[in-house]
């Protein structure tokens, strides 16, 4: 069953050329607003579509995308999904400035319920993934590569070339956290200033 469900994941974005052909852009953006993977979407579909001589309309997807955002980011999402302690949704940080307070809300909900010891290994885990993902022991640690699109740098819209060419430096610094029995949780993690795009 999880063969099974992992190709029908994998096959699904990939559109046939009637799809192509045929695809209402902006209902797909409204679609895959929930997704958190606007660019890497964007790019299969346009590579897909190309393969059978057709184009992407990436203006109606773009503004279904932004228009699904909207419907989605609301403060019960963002307090459902702390609750059920799974990621936040970073495009909804812009659509909704209230979004990752209650997904705090409801991530301090979801942390009740757990005992000490795994409260604790979930509140480090996190820290962690709320600053990329790893732990570091100096900033030399804090150096990575982000996406190289369309001879554009993801996070900034910077020229590019190669993924290389799109590398971010951070720092490494310590996070400090209190569980509800008053123990401190210490985490050195990369942290990264927030880019401006062009």
């Not at 951070?170 to 210490?186: N, P, Q, W």
């Amino acid at each position: 069953m999880k063969l099974l469900a992992l190709l029908l994941l994998l096959g699904c974005s990939q559109l046939t050329e009637e799809q192509c052909d045929s695809m209402d852009w902006y209902q797909k953006g409204i679609e895959d607003a929930v997704t958190r993977d606007y660019d890497q979407k964007h790019l299969e579909y346009k590579e897909t579509c190309a393969a059978h001589g057709i184009e992407v309309n990436s203006k109606h997807y773009k503004d279904g995308y932004n228009k699904g955002l909207e419907k989605y980011c609301t403060d019960k999402t963002a307090f459902d999904l702390g609750m059920r302690g799974e990621e936040i949704h970073q495009g909804c940080l812009e659509v909704n400035k209230k979004f990752q307070a209650k997904y705090d809300s409801g991530y301090k909900e979801y942390l009740h319920n757990l005992d000490k010891e795994e409260l604790e290994d979930k509140l480090r885990q996190s820290v962690i993934d709320k600053h990329g993902g790893f732990e570091c022991s100096d900033s030399s640690e804090c150096v990575k590569e982000m996406q190289c699109l369309e001879n554009k740098c993801s996070h900034n819209g910077k020229a590019c070339e190669y993924n290389s060419d799109c590398e971010v430096s951070g720092r490494c610094e310590d996070v400090v956290k209190f569980t509800r029995y008053d123990d401190d949780i210490r985490v050195k993690v990369c942290t990264y200033k927030k880019p401006k795009k062009k």
